[in-house]
């Protein structure tokens, strides 16, 4: 077995038990470490970069689940609308509507998940608690039928604090609650919390993750030099 395949199946045996699912984050991985974990069973892979997702959807199974987990810009939406299971960080109405656009070119609907900015640093993006609960009272999503909205995703702020990373996603997990309570209560396809990551996923699956996104924990620390994009 190789290292990638040790490192999959431990995290596996860990997530037992729980609800949650694991995104295998790739980005800037190679085709070869994702042929690796695929020989042992992940079909779920995030990526990040568009070009680099492209080149990897191109050349990788068919039956690969490919979640856009970083920041979409919307002149770039319609190069991945075609293939992707789930955009994991939608946080604007502009961007949902774009997605709604290509979506209906090709017939598709498109699993997305709305950003919360929850953690203690400018430079993550995301709806505040109050924006989205402002953005779906408003309603304009209910019109929008190629996409759907399936829950919400958040990064804590990066720390080595536990009670606060814990306080953070607690938090979302309780939006998460009322936004499902008060506006999804009739659809059971609002069920995702997208959180936690290498450093911080036990404690995301302690507060209520359904899907987590663990890179550097697999594949090991990621290359920026041979970034394909
Ligand atoms: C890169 C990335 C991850 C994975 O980070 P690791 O620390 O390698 O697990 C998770 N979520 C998002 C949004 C990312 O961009």
């Known amino acids: 077995m190789t ?7 431990r995290l596996r045996d860990d997530l037992k038990g729980s609800d949650a699912e694991l995104v295998a984050v790739s980005k800037y991985h190679p085709v070869e470490a994702l042929s690796e974990a695929y020989a042992c069973g992940q079909r779920r892979f995030g990526e990040s970069h568009v070009q680099e997702l492209c080149m990897k959807e191109e050349v990788l199974p068919k039956d690969i689940e490919w979640h856009f987990i970083g920041h979409l810009q919307t002149n770039k939406v319609k190069y991945i609308v075609p293939f992707v299971s789930m955009i994991h960080a939608v946080d604007s109405m502009k961007l949902l509507r774009e997605i709604d656009r290509q979506a209906s070119k090709v017939n598709r609907r498109v699993e997305c998940l709305l950003q919360v ?3 203690q640093e400018d430079t993550k993006y995301g709806f ?16 929008l039928e190629h996409v759907h909205i399936a829950g919400l995703m958040c990064m804590a702020t990066n720390t080595d604090d536990g009670n606060q990373i814990g306080m953070e ?4 997990r309780e939006l998460f609650d009322r936004v499902k309570a008060l506006y999804f209560n009739d659809d059971e396809g ?22 987590i996104r663990v890179g550097s924990l697999i ?4 290359n920026y030099e041979t970034k394909c994009t």
């Open 169 to 172: 996603f607690r938090s979302v």
């Open 190 to 211: 609002f069920r995702h919390l997208s959180m936690g990551m290498s450093h911080d996923y036990r404690i995301a699956v302690r507060e209520g993750s359904t899907l």
């Open 3 to 9: 290292q990638i395949q040790l490192s999959l199946n």
């Open 117 to 119: 900015h929850i953690a």
């Open 128 to 143: 505040t608690p109050e924006e989205l609960l402002r953005v779906i009272d408003e309603g304009e999503w209910r019109c």
């Open 219 to 222: 594949f090991g620390e990621r």
